[in-house]
């Protein structure tokens, strides 16, 4: 059974900082891509950075220069570092895994920016 579990969201204020992390079971961690993507309140969920089994990352305009993805594959785990927060980068965060036609999701985790 395959399972990503979030966790590290929370309520921060502006210019502040978190680190997100998914803690992956089920899948040969390894071969997958990972990403983080993000829902706001009626809008899309959107991608915001992701990382190849290989450590090539991509980055959302609107993230670049504050935040950095990164992985342990050792702890089947990717991080998401977010520094300078800005009340826009408020949403649900979710976790995501792909691999050729297998796309697996975490249940998300809230970040609030907010004074």
């Known amino acids: 059974q395959v399972q990503l579990v979030e966790s590290g969201g929370g309520l921060v204020q502006p210019g502040g900082s978190l680190r997100l992390s998914c803690a992956a079971s089920?899948?040969?961690?390894?071969?997958?891509?990972m990403g983080w993507y993000r829902q706001a309140p009626g809008k899309q969920r959107e991608l915001v950075a992701s990382?190849?089994?290989?450590?090539?990352?991509n980055y959302a305009d609107s993230v670049k220069g504050r935040f950095t993805i990164s992985r342990d594959n050792a702890k089947n785990t990717v991080y998401l570092q977010m520094n300078s927060l800005k009340p826009e980068d408020t949403a649900v965060y979710y976790c995501n895994a792909r691999y050729v036609r297998l796309d697996y999701w975490g249940q998300g985790t809230q970040v609030t920016v907010s004074s």
């Open positions: 089920g899948i040969i961690f390894r071969l997958y891509a």
């Open positions: 990382i190849t089994g290989g450590a090539s990352t």
